[in-house]
């Protein structure tokens, strides 16, 4: 789960990591209102959408010379105006992909004379099972093209959970950004409120690009993204609330209302299966036969009637999908309910695309039975590889 830079900073400043003073602003009065409580003279106006780059990006209703969702304004009248440039505009950035973001939310922060920026990043080193501190002294640009580039001006070092953060570690991080002095001493103290806001929130990421330095000698956060752990959700109901789903896919958020893992593809097969690794099975052996997979989607191992009925109702809401494969290995799940779900959903909506359906395990034959008699167009199939090799022959046939 991800948030807003602004939420991330509010965040950041209670773990006491210097961030420049900014209020969030819905409306242009809003922004203009923000402007009035900072100290000026220099004032930022930034899209709030999840996704970097804004500074570069452009706006797709403003034409090529307009500036993008990072601007620099010295009066009311030029916050004024960057708002209205921005607000409810599409912002297009190297992160958002060519449909772009919608900006809803800004954020009027101070602006900040800046000497030199800094990268910082702490996020979670699968590889090492431990929290990784990447630094760099290229801050301000695209952290891939500096890794690409010239990666030996990025710095990476791990943290062993069992000792957590040291002084050799934020000395280590100093270095790595050429600091000395005071500014060493600040870069550890910004490390160590990351690595306490990383740990306290159940972080997967915190990326500060740029970290900066200030003409008067001040290790500020000037962007920052937060990214949490989902699982861990649970236990910030705090956190959970910063969540924005405008920002999310519909019908990703759509199943997470049923705690269904969905992910959108680019296919046309869709697929609802139990278990992430059945589900990965079947997407290659979609693959396998010739066709893609319209999804992602785990129904988990304790679905009820409702969020099987749900979780196909999903899959028939994506135009691109022309047919489903439903694999089920009954353990936990009895064939049984999700034969009942399946028979559900395809009578409320209207099923207008070819259905295979594998079902083996727990109450397999009860299942099969249910699917029979209900009178549906469904194809039963009897295992995977059936499965796969009907649904694609379906979909070509119909095509
Ligand atoms: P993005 O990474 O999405 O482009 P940033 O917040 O990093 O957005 O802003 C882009 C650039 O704008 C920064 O690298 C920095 O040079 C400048 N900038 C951002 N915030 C401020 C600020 N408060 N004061 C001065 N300059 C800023
Ligand atoms: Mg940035």
Known sequence: MNIHEYQAKELLAKFGVAVPQGYAAMSVEEAVEASKKLPGPLYVVKAQIHAGGRGKGKFKELGPDAKGGVRLARTE?????????MLGNTLVTIQTGAEGKQVQRLYVTDGVDIAKEFYLALLVDRATGRIAVVASTEGGMDIEDVAHNTPEKITTITIDPATGLMPHHGRAVAAALKLEGDLAKQA?????????AFLGTDASQIEINPLAVTDTGQLMVLDAKVGFDSNAMFRHPDLAELRD???????????????????????DIGCMVNGAGLAMATMDIIKLHGAFPANFLDVGGGANKEKVTAAFKIILSDPAVKGILVNIFGGIMRCDIIAEGIIAAAKEVNLGVPLVVRLEGTNV???????????????????????????VAQVKQAA
């Open 77 to 85: 009248d030029e916050v004024r105006h960057a708002a209205g440039e």
């Open 188 to 196: 550890a103290k910004v490390l160590q409120g990351l690595y306490n």
């Open 245 to 267: 789903l405008t920002e999310e896919d519909p019908m990703e958020v759509e199943a997470s209302k049923y705690d269904l893992a969905y992910i959108k593809l680019d296919g």
């Open 365 to 391: 034959e009860e299942g099969k039975r249910i699917l029979a008699e209900s009178g549906l167009p469904i194809v039963a199939a009897n295992d995977l590889g059936d499965a796969a090799q009907k649904i």
